[in-house]
C-alpha cells in the first residue's frame, strides 16, 4: 500500500490542520501493516499508541514498523467487537475498516464505546470510484458516499467535524478521509 500512496495520503491527512492533537492514548482499529498509525508517528510521536488487528502477521508487520521510528506500541490480536480497553481513548483511528464490516453503524458504536467524550476519530473510507471495483473482485468490500458516512457516524454517536479529499494517486480515486468527535 506504501508503493500506491496510502501512507503519504494518511500523513497528509493527519498533518492538514496543524491544530489538532492526536491525543496522548490512541487506538487504531484494524490496523493492517501500521501505515496509517505509522503516519501518525510522524505527525506527532508522543503518546501511547495501541494497535488492534485480528490478523497476527499484520500486527507484528503494524509493531515492527511503529518499532523502526521509535514508538513502542501496545498490540491487541483481537477483532473490534471483542475488544476490551482498560481505559478510553482520546484518539481513535480506522483506515478502511468500515468497508469490511457487516454492519458499519455498529462497529462506529463500538469504536465510540471506546472512546472518551470529545476524543476524536480519524477515518478512511472507500468512495464509489471504478477502481474499487478492482479491489472488490479480490476483498468483497463496500464504498459509501460522503452523505452516507456522516449519516453512519451521526447514528453511532460521533460528530462529523472535517472531510478531506486526497489530493493524488491511487488515494484520491478510491477513498476519503474523515474527521469526527465523540458526543
Not at 497476527?56 to 475488544?83: P, Y
Not at 471495483?133 to 452523505?147: D, K, L
Request: glycine residues 8%.
Amino acid at each position: 500500500m506504501r508503493l500506491l500512496g496510502y501512507f503519504d495520503a494518511y500523513l497528509g491527512f493527519l498533518s492538514a490542520d496543524p491544530s489538532m492533537e492526536m491525543g496522548g492514548n490512541a487506538l487504531d482499529v484494524g490496523c493492517g501493516t501500521g501505515a496509517f498509525a505509522e503516519a501518525r508517528a510522524v505527525v506527532q510521536p508522543k503518546g501511547r499508541i495501541t494497535l488492534l488487528e485480528p490478523s497476527v502477521k499484520m500486527l507484528q508487520q503494524a509493531k515492527h514498523a511503529l518499532s523502526a521510528r521509535g514508538i513502542d506500541a501496545n498490540t491487541s490480536h483481537s477483532r473490534l467487537e471483542d475488544f476490551q480497553a482498560s481505559k478510553p481513548f482520546d484518539c481513535v483511528m480506522a483506515a478502511h475498516v468500515l468497508e469490511h464490516c457487516t454492519n458499519p453503524v455498529a462497529a462506529l458504536r463500538q469504536m465510540r464505546n471506546l472512546a472518551e467524550p470529545g476524543a476524536t476519530l480519524w477515518l478512511v473510507v472507500s468512495k464509489p470510484h471504478w477502481c474499487n471495483a478492482i479491489i472488490w473482485f479480490q476483498w468483497r468490500h463496500r464504498s459509501y458516499r460522503p452523505e452516507a458516512v456522516a449519516e453512519m457516524l451521526e447514528k453511532a454517536g460521533w460528530q462529523l467535524t472535517a472531510e478531506h479529499c486526497f489530493p493524488a494517486g491511487p488515494p484520491s480515486r478510491t477513498s476519503r478521509g474523515y474527521r469526527a468527535q465523540a458526543v
